[in-house]
């Protein structure tokens, strides 16, 4: 049985940090899979006319190429070269709740977030958004430093 391991990514250092980690212990567990997520925060609670709701729904369809080509396909290319199972996921959302759903729908064993100075994850997990994810979530959450 493949053991399935969640990595949020930020697009900074911090993310390169936890990718790291769970490229060892991938290594370290064996029949492993990575499924890298980047969260763009989102919220759907805005009230805006039709003409804004069609321009924010390409916008966001925008944001996820932009950030799939940039931030995660280099993540999943950089732990597949290391002979690693690999995939990548971009979502809308909130951080901590996002990356909880996923870890429920895809059966995963642990979330890996890496805290950082560097703003994205700081600002978006390691405050308030990381206190509800390791406080919330259905599965372990590895912090890396």
Not at 59 to 88: K, L, W
Not at 135 to 140: C, D
Request: hydrophobic share 45%; aromatic share 4%.
């Amino acid at each position: 049985m493949t053991a399935t391991l969640i990595v949020g990514l930020d697009g900074t250092g911090s993310g390169e940090r936890a990718v790291a980690y769970a490229k060892k212990l991938a290594k370290l567990i064996g029949d492993c899979e990575l499924l890298m997520v980047y969260v763009i925060e989102w919220s759907p609670y805005t009230f805006q006319t039709a003409e804004e709701n069609s321009e924010r729904h390409k916008r966001r369809e925008e944001e996820i190429v932009m950030a799939s080509e940039r931030i995660v396909n280099p993540a999943v290319s950089s732990v597949q070269s290391d002979g690693i199972t690999a995939r990548g996921i971009v979502r809308h959302g909130d951080v901590a709740d996002l990356l909880d759903a996923v870890a429920v729908e895809e059966k995963a064993e642990q979330i890996i977030v890496a805290r950082s100075s560097e703003g994205g994850f700081v600002k978006r997990v390691f405050g308030t958004s990381t206190a509800n994810l390791v406080m919330h979530a259905s599965v372990p959450v590895t912090v890396v430093g």
